[in-house]
């Protein structure tokens, strides 16, 4: 019995951290193209999660991607991040338009005594698919972005962290009355991450 | 339910007050949510989402939710307490500050897209964004080059090889492989060559002759395929212009037929109506309708299944030579007129009308349409003899190439989109680069799989 659980359905603090970093910059690359922050020539398909995905092949944008994500790996593994948020606003005015807020809950029984917990990879994997065909389908109801938007990412970490250079302490930017989604979430067992989007309300829908 | 809490919609803050029984904190959680689900009633989902606990920390005024926790420290003693109370002041502490969180962003940013997608194009600032080479490519000599309005020597096929009658040959120059070589010599009966036009899949080269005959090459093998014989006035060739299978030929007196190549006798229709020689000769990129440009200083539009024009054009004041059809807008055509016009006019066919006429300050005597951005290229002649590239439809002018010491008489564009190839009376070929992006890529979107990003891209 035991031996049959060797293989892959092992998670360490470890191999959870570079799930969930992993994660993220597929759902970042995910909603610059979906959300065409960058123009849809400079994305290449490739598979992951079952799934054909799009990345970047800007020079800059996949550098600052990587350099993301290894820095959340690192607070992942260390059990010290709370949120990553990306926040998207306008190039014009850097007015908040829209927020895609991706909690995080680390289980502190593992990051404190190293503890290894089981869980199938593949459902893993399917969680995390269900949320990136979410991500994508979000374009039905989110508004059009009309102008041209840079984006942001900001992490709420521990107060006791120490700051890495590339990393400066910032505002929430937050939206005044924003509308939200809340999108699946999946869970490593080690750490569970949830989805939610915000965005700035249009004038009254008249669905009422 | 329980008596609970009220909250404060109006400014967005949430106010708790203790209820009079001790509820567990579940069910405070489930009413804090309902309260904040009900204040955003417009969106639905969240409905959906009643039974969880979800902190709308985005609204919440934190300093004031601080406020508020200490507050009661300082007024109650800490025997005073209820149990309640203090627990769920823990738990509000809890989830509103997460331990006093720290707030970073990443700083090193990433270059803003220069260029959103979802920007139309037309609203981009004059001033070209792409550098366009002002100095040709390459250069080539082509001496002894005929250079009448009536002849149209140089054509650029789809197999990337870049065909130039001199005189009495036909040279073909192979712009991948930068190689040059003879495909064939005409004898004097029927010298000069008066055109050369490739067909749409190269397979055939069409070349116009000075005594009204059209001979067809096979470019593989160099070897004669057919000639056309052409009207009884032995008049030279001066324009071809490829529909399929279709090659339509334009004579010195006026005279346009229409040839198919693959039967006994083929002629097919004959279109009559210019007074005098042929300049220009265009198919629609749909196949419906030709242009034809005279030194009778008409347009005609003629659609293929009738034998007299839809349009007469007598807008310009000189000979129309330059034709060039849209390829993004149906039923759109460029035409540009000589030495006393000098403008470029833009039609639509199917309505007939004259939608813009723009004076160019010299003869036009080529067009093209870019085929990988939204812009027109013109050939000019005297005094600057240059190259214009405008932005359509604000025909802004992009970019303006001066090189050629006398006026350009042909124009012809890669098959890419990227390169313009030029040949003039001061005896030179020059290949200039217009653009960097191949209309070749474009072609990776359409091979995309059906997944769900794919439904995506024609959301757009």
């Known amino acids: ?208 | 339910m329980d008596a609970g809490f009220s909250t404060n919609v109006g400014n967005n803050k949430t106010i708790p007050v203790m209820g009079h029984q001790t509820p567990d904190f579940t069910s405070f959680g489930y009413h804090w949510c309902r309260s904040a689900t009900a204040r955003a009633s417009s969106q639905p989902s969240s409905h959906d989402y009643a039974d969880r606990f979800i902190p709308n920390r985005t609204a919440t005024n934190m300093d004031l939710a601080q406020g508020l926790l200490t507050i009661p420290r300082k007024e109650d003693s800490t025997v005073g307490l209820s149990a309640s109370r203090e627990a769920y002041r823990k738990l509000l502490v809890d989830t509103l500050l997460q331990g006093r969180t720290r707030i970073l962003k990443y700083r090193n940013q990433p270059r803003t897209p220069k260029r959103s997608c979802l920007e139309p194009p037309q609203v981009q600032p004059i001033k070209q964004h792409r550098y366009i080479p002002k100095e040709p490519e390459k250069t080539m000599d082509v001496s002894d080059i005929a250079c009448d309005w009536q002849l149209n020597l140089l054509d650029w096929g789809s197999n990337n090889i870049i065909a130039i009658a001199v005189d009495d040959t036909v040279y073909l120059w192979n712009a991948t492989t930068k190689s040059i070589s003879e495909m064939m010599t005409v004898d004097g009966a029927s010298y000069p060559i008066t055109s050369v036009s490739w067909d749409s899949d190269c397979r055939r080269i069409a070349i116009g002759l000075n005594n009204s005959y059209v001979e067809l090459y096979d470019p593989a093998t160099n070897k004669l395929i057919r000639t056309l014989q052409g009207n009884q006035q032995n008049l030279l060739v001066g324009s071809l212009a490829w529909n399929n299978h279709l090659l339509t030929t334009g004579s010195a007196d006026g005279l346009i037929i229409n040839n198919d190549v693959r039967i006994r006798s083929p002629i097919v229709s004959t279109y009559k109506s210019h007074r005098d020689g042929i300049c220009g000769l265009k198919w629609s990129p749909s196949g419906q309708y030709l242009a034809s440009g005279g030194n009778d200083k008409l347009l005609h539009v003629w659609d293929i299944s009738k034998s007299d024009p839809l349009h007469q054009f007598n807008n310009h004041t000189a000979s129309v030579r330059a034709l060039a059809w849209c390829p993004f807008q149906n039923n759109l055509l460029a035409s540009g007129g000589g030495k006393t016009d000098e403008s470029i006019k833009f039609w639509n066919v199917s309505s007939g009308t004259c939608l813009k006429s723009v004076n160019t300050g010299s003869e036009v005597s080529g067009l093209l349409w870019n085929k990988s951005e939204r812009e027109l290229v013109s050939s000019h002649g005297l005094p600057k003899n240059q190259l214009v590239l405008w932005k359509y439809p604000s025909m802004a002018k992009m970019a303006e190439l001066i090189d050629h010491l006398s006026p350009v008489q042909y124009l012809a564009q890669s098959p890419d989109g990227c390169k313009l190839a030029t040949a003039s009376t001061d005896e030179t070929l020059k290949i200039w680069r217009i653009s960097e992006k191949s209309t070749n890529k474009k072609t990776p979107r359409t091979s995309f799989v059906v997944g769900p990003c794919n439904m995506y891209s024609s959301i757009r």
Not at chain 1, 8 to 34: C, M
Not at chain 1, 116 to 145: F, G, V
């Open chain 1, 1 to 208: 019995m035991a031996s049959r659980t060797i293989s892959k359905d092992i998670i360490t603090l470890r191999g959870s951290a570079a799930i969930v970093s992993e994660f993220f910059g597929y759902a970042a690359n995910s909603i610059l193209y979906n959300r065409g922050i960058y123009p849809e020539e400079s994305f290449s398909k490739v598979k992951k999660y079952g799934l054909t995905l799009l990345l970047t092949q800007d020079d800059g944008v996949k550098s600052f991607i990587t350099g993301l994500t290894s820095q959340l790996s690192e607070w992942l593994e260390a059990g010290k991040l709370q949120r990553v948020v990306l926040v998207i606003m306008s190039k014009a005015t850097s007015e908040v338009l829209e927020r895609w807020n991706f909690n995080i809950e680390t289980d502190a029984e593992v990051v404190e005594k190293g503890v290894i917990k089981e869980k199938s990879d593949k459902e893993i994997m399917r969680e995390i698919q269900a949320i990136m065909r979410q991500i994508a389908s979000c374009i039905t109801y989110l508004p059009c972005l009309d102008e041209a938007c840079v984006f942001d990412v900001l992490a709420y970490t521990d107060k006791d962290t120490t700051v890495p250079m590339a990393w400066v302490e910032s505002d929430a930017k937050l939206i005044n009355n924003p509308q939200m989604v809340k999108l699946h979430s999946f869970d490593t067992k080690i750490h569970k991450v949830d989805t939610i989007v915000s965005y700035k309300n249009d004038e009254w829908e008249d669905e009422e």
